[in-house]
């Protein structure tokens, strides 16, 4: 169970997306050390890159492949970022190899004002579109940064992440 769990020791939120910074050094807990070790992960080295997740919207509630979501703002400066879903326990999310079942920094077009806009759903949408299957199954978000101040030990209070709203969920 222990290596299950996907909130621990030295948790951070912000926002309502969790990011474990000390599961990446030599100073980590033997949980999060073996929790990696498990899932045949490539630890990023503290200056390398930090990843959150998300398994709520910005209201609360669960995300599932039922709903379609906006995320929506400013994410914290990175040289590169990546953005996908999978289930809870980590595992890939069944979504056809023609759809776009993962974002990043280069794929991704941004407003003229900076933020990003992301429609996260079953169904295709304008603009910038991450792909779920359309279940009643648990989704979490995946944003992993890479290359960015946020991964140092200092500023993490200070990030702003962007929101996700519920648009609506069946045929709403």
């Known amino acids: 169970m222990a290596l299950n769990a996907t909130r621990g020791f030295g948790e951070i939120e912000i ?3 969790r990011a474990f910074p000390q599961a990446q050094t030599s100073a980590a807990d033997p949980y999060a050390r073996s929790h990696r070790a498990r899932a045949g992960r490539l630890l990023l080295g503290s200056a390398e890159g930090l990843a959150f997740i998300a398994t709520t919207d910005t209201s609360g509630k669960p995300l599932t492949g039922s709903c379609r979501y906006k995320l929506s703002g ?3 400066v990175a040289r590169f970022w990546t953005l996908y879903a999978s289930r809870l326990n980590e595992e890939a999310l069944n979504v056809s190899s ?3 079942a993962a974002l990043n920094s280069i794929t991704s ?5 900076g933020t990003l806009t992301i429609t996260i759903g079953a169904k295709a949408a304008p603009g910038n579109w ?5 279940d009643n199954g648990p989704v979490m978000l ?4 890479l290359d960015t101040p946020a991964a140092g030990n200092s ?3 200070a990030l702003s992440m962007p929101r996700i709203e519920r648009m609506g969920c069946g045929n709403a």
């Open 155 to 157: 500023g993490l209070v």
């Open 109 to 113: 077009l941004k407003n003229p004002d």
């Open 130 to 134: 991450l792909a779920i299957p359309d």
């Open 98 to 100: 023609d759809l776009p």
């Open 15 to 17: 926002d309502g997306w």
């Open 142 to 145: 995946n944003l992993t940064l």
């Open 74 to 76: 400013s994410l914290p």
